[in-house]
């Protein structure tokens, strides 16, 4: 009896984990369910979709939905559009984030706590509550309708600055003091010195921003009207109004949902750990 005592706490640790390892499965099989769904009703007809979305049934599968997709709407301009947004939008995000967080971490001027404080607001500011006033700026300074109006209001964002000076704040300034001693000044400190071993921030600002452009649907609604402008975000959202399709037509829908979804995930997926160790790279900086 004393040999089997030691034994009984292993096994019902053992059920514990089990069952803790099944609720996670269970969780997890939910979480992805509409993704699933989705990616199974792209592949299928139309009347397949609609009579059994849930059925795995492999006798419905077609890529009949995205070549009607390619064909017969305007789906790889909207891609392209989406793509040159996406890229000048994060290149300009990391940068003048990166350079607005420097400076307000560590130069001194005026008017720097204000600024901050203005910034943590704007951060508390429902976005929608916005657009009007962005609207009647872009129509007042004439860049209404153009890859401008686009681009340019979404150059800085207040989250990505917040961010990146709190990273900057994390780096011991006697890495910068050294610089200035062998005859940098604040630009080559920052380029050269500060900014690499920011690393980590910078790689994190720049999936936010590419995941937040190429999602962004409200600023494009009231930035552009013009059809040859139209993103990706815009196009789908037109298709699952049915504005540019008869019927249900699911799995056109959904196959255009789905590509949408690809860079944004192929991205997540290759700087995964880079973006979990953004805390770690702060300290060990």
């Known amino acids: 009896m004393t040999a089997t005592a030691p034994n009984q706490p292993r096994r019902h640790n053992g059920r514990f984990w089990w069952a803790m390892y099944l609720a996670l499965i269970l969780l997890a099989l939910i979480y992805i369910s509409p993704f699933l769904i989705q990616v199974l009703n792209s592949f299928k007809t139309d009347p397949a979709a609609t009579n059994n979305p849930l059925s795995f049934n492999p006798v419905y599968f077609t890529t009949a939905a995205y070549e009607r997709l390619f064909q017969n709407s305007d789906f ?16 300009g995000r990391v940068f003048f984030n990166s350079l607005a967080g420097y400076a307000l971490a560590r130069l001194r001027f005026p008017g720097r706590n204000v600024i901050f404080a203005a910034l943590v607001a704007v951060m ?78 910078v790689i994190t600002i720049t999936i936010m921003s590419f995941q937040g452009s190429w999602n962004e649907l409200s600023h494009f609604i009231i930035a552009t009207q013009d059809t040859q402008l139209t993103t990706l975000t815009r196009g789908v959202a037109m298709l699952s109004s049915g504005q540019l399709s008869q019927g249900t037509q699911y799995p056109i829908k959904l196959a255009a949902a789905l590509l949408m979804t690809i860079p944004v995930a192929i991205l997540f997926f290759v700087f995964q750990k880079r973006i979990m160790n953004t805390s770690a790279g702060a300290v060990k900086g």
Not at 79 to 88: D, K
Not at 140 to 148: A, K, M, P, S, V
Not at 175 to 182: C, G, L, N, P, T
Request: proline share 7%; glycine share 6%; net charge neutral.
């Open 76 to 91: 790889p301009l909207w891609a392209r559009n989406s793509f040159i947004v996406t890229i000048f939008v994060t290149m």
């Open 124 to 201: 508390a500011v429902p976005a929608v509550t916005l657009l009007i006033p962005k609207f009647l700026v872009i129509r007042q300074i004439g860049i209404y309708d153009t890859w401008f109006g686009m681009i340019l209001p979404l150059l800085v964002d207040a989250a990505g600055v917040f961010i990146m000076k709190n990273f900057f704040e994390s780096i011991p300034a006697s890495v910068e003091e050294q610089a200035r001693i062998d005859g940098a000044g604040t630009f080559r400190t920052f380029w050269s010195i500060v900014l690499p071993m920011a690393m980590p921030a």
